[in-house]
């Protein structure tokens, strides 16, 4: 019984650990970029000042430098990278640096990432579905990536749907099926939360949002 509570401890422990990961990574990653650029940008644009006349001591940070820096630096990068000459020189860096052997693993792993979870990115998913794989019996969670059309359609005759089999916890790898449509049970959730089961393989079960409450006794 003490065994049996402790596990049932330690798997929420993972739960909240894994649903929190995301968020306190984002904000010391923000962090660490407004600070760094604040540091950067604040000693020079304190001496430009104090050579215009601004009475200010030397080596005063201005307050919310480096957020409006960053954001302005941001803004321009998108700016650049909508134009021809933008995108070219993108892809010219991108090649440079992919020849890195540390750098590859880690700006290619962060860019299949941030594709995979981009909903104006051509891998975005369509719905989460459930197929019986590897075998009968056996269920796991697919996202539905479009109908089967072309020559898959015309040489099985029948109606086909296109799935990709993502892997745990690694979502960016994984396996396209392409199935019947009597073989895929289409679900409710929404991508999101299929991700979510995906990635902490299985400690983080969002409720169904279509089930219904037991009506209280009167």
Same mark, same amino acid.
């Given at each position: 019984?003490?065994?049996? /509570?402790?596990k049932?401890?330690?798997?929420?422990?993972? =739960?909240?650990?894994? =649903?929190?990961?995301?968020?306190?990574?984002?904000?010391?990653?923000?962090?660490?970029?407004?600070?760094?650029?604040?540091?950067?940008?604040?000693?020079? /644009?304190?001496?430009?000042?104090?050579?215009?006349?601004?009475?200010?001591?030397?080596?005063? @940070?201005?307050?919310?430098?480096?957020?409006? /820096?960053?954001? !302005?630096?941001?803004f321009?990068? %998108?700016?650049?990278?909508?134009?021809?000459?933008?995108?070219?020189?993108?892809?010219?860096?991108?090649?440079?640096?992919?020849?890195?052997?540390?750098?590859?693993?880690i700006?290619?792993?962060?860019?299949?990432?941030?594709?995979?979870?981009? /909903?104006?990115?051509?891998?975005?998913?369509?719905?989460?579905? !459930?197929?019986?794989?590897?075998?009968r %019996?056996?269920?796991?969670?697919? *996202?539905?990536?479009?109908?089967?059309?072309?020559?898959i359609?015309?040489?099985?005759? @029948?109606?086909?749907?296109n799935?990709?089999?993502?892997?745990?916890?690694?979502?960016?790898? %994984? *396996?396209?099926l392409?199935?019947?449509?009597?073989?895929?049970?289409? !679900?409710?959730?929404?991508?999101?939360?299929?991700f979510?089961?995906?990635?902490?393989?299985?400690l983080?079960?969002?409720?169904?949002?279509?089930?219904?409450?037991?009506?209280?006794?009167?």
């Amino acid at each position: 019984m003490l065994k049996k /509570a402790q596990k049932e401890v330690i798997n929420i422990f993972l =739960a909240g650990l894994l =649903a929190s990961l995301p968020l306190v990574i984002t904000v010391l990653i923000i962090r660490f970029i407004f600070t760094t650029v604040d540091h950067l940008l604040s000693p020079l /644009a304190t001496q430009l000042l104090i050579l215009f006349g601004v009475p200010l001591e030397v080596g005063y @940070k201005i307050p919310g430098l480096g957020f409006i /820096a960053t954001v !302005l630096i941001v803004f321009g990068m %998108g700016l650049f990278t909508r134009n021809f000459l933008g995108r070219k020189f993108i892809a010219f860096g991108e090649r440079l640096f992919i020849k890195i052997p540390v750098f590859k693993s880690i700006y290619t792993g962060a860019k299949q990432v941030i594709e995979t979870f981009s /909903a104006s990115s051509s891998m975005a998913f369509k719905k989460v579905a !459930l197929i019986e794989y590897p075998r009968r %019996g056996i269920y796991t969670l697919a *996202f539905i990536t479009n109908q089967g059309k072309g020559e898959i359609t015309r040489r099985t005759g @029948k109606e086909m749907i296109n799935v990709y089999v993502p892997t745990t916890p690694n979502p960016t790898s %994984g *396996f396209f099926l392409s199935l019947p449509v009597e073989d895929v049970i289409e !679900l409710d959730m929404p991508v999101e939360d299929g991700f979510k089961i995906v990635i902490s393989s299985g400690l983080i079960v969002p409720a169904d949002r279509k089930e219904t409450k037991p009506s209280l006794p009167i």
